[in-house]
């Protein structure tokens, strides 16, 4: 990530957050009217490497919205989660978009390419994936998600609703027997998909 931070304020990109780095982070944000504090929060990563959504060629009728199923704050990769998938036989990542504990939302899989996210769902749906979902002890469910990734969320399924406005919000849980996303995904987003 810190490779794709240099690159994107026009520095060497040497995976090392020093001195020159955190500079040129603190004069991005006051050239975009962020709080200048050299650090690379979800405000100041949607502005400096914005993750464009590309509309689906797909028929869309499903957004489904799952958890990484790790520990509580314990963050993982896009590359770690394509290892896993890949080890179970996936071709790639399951998921189309991944959203970190500090809310910075990643892609995964191409919008185009079916998911493999959840099964008998997958070729007209798109599958959401936030980091974590299950309590420090690795195995009991648990909503875990910070309040950057509670906003991150609101915000994509904001944006998926409008370039799917007649696709349905899900929770994998109900496709499958487990506790998948661990939170109650109409209590909390099922207002974005009924507003026009």
Same mark, same amino acid.
């Given at each position: 990530m810190v490779r794709q931070i240099q690159i994107a304020l026009h520095l060497y990109p040497d995976g090392i957050f020093g001195p020159l780095t955190e500079e040129r982070v603190k004069l991005f944000q006051k050239?975009? %009217?962020? @709080?200048?504090? /050299?650090?690379? %929060?979800?405000a100041t990563m949607a502005k400096l490497i914005p993750v464009r959504l590309k509309k689906s060629r *797909? !028929?869309?009728n499903?957004?489904?919205? &799952?958890?990484?199923?790790?520990?509580e704050g314990k963050e993982y990769s896009v590359a770690d989660i394509r290892r896993w998938h890949l080890k179970r %036989?996936? !071709?790639?990542? %399951? $998921? =189309? $978009?991944?959203? &970190?504990l500090d809310g910075s939302l990643e892609l995964g899989r191409d919008a185009d390419l079916s998911g493999a996210h959840c099964t008998n769902h997958n070729a007209h749906s798109i599958g959401v994936v936030y980091v974590g979902g299950v309590a420090t002890d690795a195995k009991t469910p648990k909503d875990t998600r910070t @309040? @950057?990734?509670k906003a991150a969320l609101a915000s994509l399924l904001t944006d998926? &609703? *409008?370039l799917y406005p007649k696709a349905t919000l =899900? /929770? =994998? *849980?109900? $496709?499958?027997n487990k506790a998948c996303p661990s939170f109650d995904v109409h209590r909390d987003y099922d207002h974005i998909f009924k507003s026009p």
């Amino acid at each position: 990530m810190v490779r794709q931070i240099q690159i994107a304020l026009h520095l060497y990109p040497d995976g090392i957050f020093g001195p020159l780095t955190e500079e040129r982070v603190k004069l991005f944000q006051k050239d975009n %009217g962020l @709080a200048v504090d /050299g650090i690379v %929060g979800p405000a100041t990563m949607a502005k400096l490497i914005p993750v464009r959504l590309k509309k689906s060629r *797909r !028929s869309i009728n499903e957004i489904i919205v &799952h958890c990484t199923a790790t520990p509580e704050g314990k963050e993982y990769s896009v590359a770690d989660i394509r290892r896993w998938h890949l080890k179970r %036989g996936f !071709s790639d990542i %399951g $998921y =189309h $978009y991944v959203i &970190h504990l500090d809310g910075s939302l990643e892609l995964g899989r191409d919008a185009d390419l079916s998911g493999a996210h959840c099964t008998n769902h997958n070729a007209h749906s798109i599958g959401v994936v936030y980091v974590g979902g299950v309590a420090t002890d690795a195995k009991t469910p648990k909503d875990t998600r910070t @309040a @950057a990734q509670k906003a991150a969320l609101a915000s994509l399924l904001t944006d998926l &609703h *409008r370039l799917y406005p007649k696709a349905t919000l =899900h /929770g =994998h *849980r109900e $496709y499958a027997n487990k506790a998948c996303p661990s939170f109650d995904v109409h209590r909390d987003y099922d207002h974005i998909f009924k507003s026009p």
